[in-house]
């Protein structure tokens, strides 16, 4: 597996984190572009997962099959909560979820790329 998907979906993660706290330090609600940029996110953490699963199918095997798959499954959610979360919250606060959200699935990555050195960041 090439290292774009990891490595964009690390610099989409980090780009987000920044804008939200600069929403959230202007203390602005959760708008329409945040949202657009946790969408983005989520399309990148579900293609890199299709990824992972076919590499999983191809026979490859992680030193710690089920905590990759326990990461498979949670990854994807990050973005979704922090979207519902953060539209729910109508304070400056909202912003501070997404960015939280951002940080996390840069996190992740690099977690994934531990667990499986295939995953290329």
Do not use: C, D, Q
Not at 16 to 40: E, F, I, K, P, S
Not at 62 to 86: K, N
Not at 91 to 98: K, Y
């Amino acid at each position: 597996m090439n290292g774009a998907v990891p490595t964009t979906i690390i610099v989409v993660g980090l780009a987000l984190a920044a804008y939200a706290l600069l929403m959230t330090a202007l203390n602005r609600r959760m708008g329409g572009v945040l949202l657009a940029w946790l969408v983005v996110l989520e399309v990148l953490l579900l293609v890199l997962v299709g990824l992972i699963i076919a590499k999983l199918a191809g026979g490859g095997r992680p030193a710690s099959l089920p905590t990759l798959v326990g990461y498979l499954i949670a990854t994807p959610l990050i973005p979704l909560a922090a979207g519902f979360w953060g539209a729910l919250e109508r304070s400056r606060w909202g912003p501070a979820v997404i960015a939280v959200a951002g940080l996390a699935a840069a996190v992740l990555m690099v977690r994934l790329h531990e667990i499986w050195a295939v995953i290329h960041v």
